[in-house]
Each structure stands twice: as C-alpha cells, then as structure tokens.
C-alpha cells in the first residue's frame, strides 16, 4: 500500500497526487467539480447575451462550476424577491441592485440591468412585462401557495418566445420525503379558486410530516409550528411537493414549449418556451 502510494507521488507529484484525491472525493460524494446537466447547451443557447429576470435569487446551482453555470454567460439580470429581507438573503437595500456573487450583472452601458424588484412572485406587477428573454426560478416555487398563478406571471414577463426555467426539489432528498406529491387537480384549483400567498391549507399534513431531522433552523416542533404560522412573512414552507409530472403539467397548461426536462438525486429541472 505504501509502496503504490510513493509511486504515484513520484509519478504525479505532491499537487498532482492531491488533485487526484480531492477528484475522487468528490465523485464519492457527488460534488464533481465540473459535472453539469446534460443539456447544458440548450440552456446556455437560450440565455448567453441575452436579458433575464430571476424570481427568489441568487442562485447558487446557477454559478460557475455549478450544475447550470450560466450567471457568467448572461448580458444583464434582474431580480425578483418578496421582501427586502429573507432568510436566505438577510436585509439587503434594493437601492443597490440586485447582486449575483458580489457584483451586478448588467449591461454596462447606462447600468441596464441588476434591478431588484421586492415583489411577491404571484403578482410582479412593478416589473415590465414583455422585458425579458428568460426567467429563471430555482428551488422557490416550492415555497409559492398559488404556483399556477406564479408561473402565468412569469410568462407575462418573457418576450415572445422567451424561455423559463424551473428548478423544484425532490422530496426524497429532504424534509419533504414523508409527503406525497401534491396533485395536479389541486394546483389548478387553487389557481382557479385564486389562493392567496397567505394559505395555510397544508400546514396539518406539513407539520405532521416535515422532518424536522433534517431542518436544523426549524427547531423544536413548537418553533416549527410558530415559524409555520408565520409564513406570509418569512414563506419558509414548502406549500406543495413536485415532481416532473407535476411540472409538466402546469407547462403543459399554459401550452408552454417543453425544450428539456432532467432529474438528479437532489432536484427536477425544466425548461420551456413561451408560445
């Protein structure tokens, strides 16, 4: 054992050894450094260059050596998010723009682009419609008590022929996993019946389910429960629980053009474009 160890030092070098290890690490734990989804570049096509608006950013999964690294390859991006301070983002001044990785992505000329809207994301209505190129939506629609309506506002938004891109949770891989996956016949009726943000129709099932195991900030079943009752004001539930069928259903509703859709262990991605 020793002895293989010395060879490859000897063959690859200090650094080079360690690289190797650090690679092996981690593909063990999934984390590889330069592993992306496999449609990458229908993504990539559909904003490099181009003006997009994000609902509940900034994103991580969206960054560099990430699973969908595209922040680099955008023109400029606005932002979306419900209050001034969540928390996700902590306080932050919409006087500033809103912030990718520490800096603004815009234009340049003029300063287009880094708007922060504090907007809830079933009504955006501070934002222009008919702006943008693509929206993107990572990880939050989970968190959206009307996301039928949600995504008709985001449609509003993109130009004609825009592209959308949505980004929900699996629940396997979190403290959803003892929940069902919330029906299609009940998303729209909500959507129809024009739920409010401030619905708390799940909360029984949420609080007899949701695995507080693994949701440290949640606390003790009584801070949850507090927390839950709260939700207008910090939106920290997960009103429904989606999975690709769910997705492609309420695409398939606003006869939006399905373009990829992929899962992986933590997530569903889709993306669709504006008809």
């Keep these: 054992m020793l002895y293989t160890i010395v060879n490859k030092i000897k063959k690859n070098g200090i650094k080079g050894s ?30 490099c260059g181009k003006n997009g608006l994000e609902i509940g950013g900034p994103s991580a999964v969206f960054n560099k050596d990430n699973y969908i690294p595209i922040y680099h390859q955008i023109k400029s991006l606005d932002g979306v998010n419900f209050s001034n301070e969540t928390v996700w983002t902590g306080r ?22 880094g708007h922060l809207y504090i907007s809830d994301a079933v009504d955006l209505s501070a934002v222009p419609n008919n702006a943008y190129n693509f929206v993107l939506s990572s990880n939050n629609i ?7 309506k949600a995504l008709e506002k985001w449609l509003l938004k993109l130009k004609p022929n825009g592209v959308i891109l949505i980004i929900a949770p699996r629940k396997e891989s979190n ?12 998303i729209l009726e909500d959507y129809q019946k024009d739920i409010g ?46 999975d690709m069928n769910l997705l492609e259903s309420m695409f398939n509703y606003f006869n939006i053009k399905i373009l990829l859709k992929e899962q992986r262990h933590i997530d569903y991605t889709i993306m669709g474009r504006k008809p």
Excluded: W
């Design 92 to 113: 932050v001044k919409t006087e500033n723009g809103f912030y990718v990785n520490g800096k603004l992505i815009c234009n340049g000329v003029g300063g287009a682009g």
């Design 175 to 186: 403290f959803d996993h003892n929940r069902n996956v919330t029906p299609f016949s009940h």
């Design 142 to 148: 989970e968190h959206i008590a009307n996301p039928m």
């Design 18 to 47: 360690i690289k190797i290890v650090c690679k092996k690490v981690r593909n063990k734990l999934g984390l590889r450094k330069n592993t992306v989804i496999k449609n990458y570049k229908i993504i990539k096509k559909a904003v």
């Design 197 to 242: 943000e401030d619905d708390l129709t799940h909360l029984d099932e949420i609080l007899l389910l949701h695995d507080l195991s693994m949701d440290a900030p949640a606390g003790t079943p009584e801070q949850f429960k507090k927390r839950s009752l709260a939700n207008l004001e910090n939106r920290c539930l997960h009103q429904h629980v989606f």
